[in-house]
């Protein structure tokens, strides 16, 4: 049986036995840290098992409230009208000029040699999102951010990241209830580790041609982001589900309480899949009710970072070669990588 994850050659390539799959089984058994579960390989495969409702991911996940991408409708539908009004790209673009300030003194601080990841990718997240929670629920950024970058760097003690926590939903609990509370907070650690490893990603992408070429060329850079986001997608192993009763995918049959894995970054390079604007070519912001909340702010954050990078370090390059870097960790659901050495 296939042992899933298949380790991934390079940052932004995927194993060749995935298209294997696609073109000889695309609905497979596999061996996963998660237990049995069938492999999903082909876009419209994937797309139809996101859509629909009989593939639960509330019951794919030991969680047993609380987080928005675990619950199903009609509670998710809820919960996310919360903070829909919020989250919209009119909504984000209105905090593009303040990104746009933070992108720009974070790249300018950059030294002559650095770590990508720790110098630029971690508190430009960090910022952004307390600008954009700071915005959502009408507090001052400034007083989210210290709290933010505690709860969402792995390395910090656990005493220290239970004062921050408890810190930050006093502070907001004053400002909203508590589901929005709780919506808010699911967009704090999941937006975070997913826009420092798509961040990385895209650095790596545009650093394959000359940086400066992108410098003012919005459509460019838009091009670059959906491209990176679909060959390397940071939330592959996101999107679990199970069947909530038995159904026929891909000419297999599926019983009910079936574990299914459907691959985003496989159906990415599915030679099938639609062509058409960045929503079809790509799933890196799921479908269907558990589409990603956070794309649009994901989208102007990826932008906005290349931007600065472009107009501001020019010469930036690595200082290593890509294919030596390596994931946090290849068993996490979302993984940045671990470090990418840059030299200015």
């Not at 042992?3 to 609905?27: D, F, M, S």
């Not at 091009?223 to 986001?229: S, Y």
């Amino acid at each position: 049986m296939t042992r899933y994850p298949l380790p991934r050659p390079h940052p932004l390539g995927i194993h060749p036995g995935y298209a294997r799959l696609r073109e000889g089984c695309p609905v497979a058994r596999v061996d996963s840290p998660y237990g049995p579960a069938w492999l999903i390989t082909r876009y419209a495969d994937v797309a139809a098992v996101l859509t629909d409702a009989r593939y639960s991911r509330a019951a794919a996940t030991e969680d047993d409230g609380g987080i928005l991408l675990n619950t199903d409708p009609p509670e998710h539908d809820r919960l996310r009208r919360l903070v829909v009004a919020h989250t919209g790209a009119a909504a984000v673009e209105r905090l593009r000029p303040r990104a746009e300030e933070i992108a720009t003194t974070l790249a300018k601080r950059i030294p002559a040699e650095a770590e990508f990841v720790s110098a630029f990718a971690e508190p430009y997240s960090h910022r952004v999102l307390a600008l954009f929670v700071g915005h959502l629920v009408g507090l001052p950024a400034g007083e989210l951010s210290p709290m933010a970058t505690v709860l969402t760097l792995a390395r910090v003690p656990d005493r220290e990241r239970a004062a921050a926590f408890a810190e930050l939903r006093r502070r907001l609990r004053s400002q909203v209830d508590d589901e929005t509370l709780a919506v808010v907070l699911n967009i704090v650690f999941g937006g975070h580790a997913a826009v420092v490893a798509a961040l990385g990603y895209c650095l790596l992408a545009a650093l394959a041609e000359p940086l400066p070429s992108l410098t003012g060329d919005v459509r460019r850079i838009a091009e670059l982001v959906e491209e990176t986001l679909r060959l390397a997608p940071p939330g592959d192993r996101t999107l679990l589900r199970r069947t909530l009763e038995p159904v026929e995918l891909g000419g297999r049959e599926l019983p009910a309480g079936a574990l299914v894995i459907p691959s985003i970054a496989a159906a990415g390079r599915d030679p099938d899949r639609p062509t058409g604007g960045p929503a079809g070519r790509h799933l890196a912001f799921g479908r269907g009710p558990h589409a990603c909340l956070g794309m649009a702010l994901a989208r102007m954050e990826l932008r906005v970072a290349l931007q600065a990078l472009a107009e501001h370090v020019p010469g930036l390059r690595p200082a290593v070669s890509p294919a030596t870097l390596r994931r946090t960790c290849e068993e996490l659901a979302v993984s940045p990588l671990a470090g990418i050495p840059i030299r200015v």
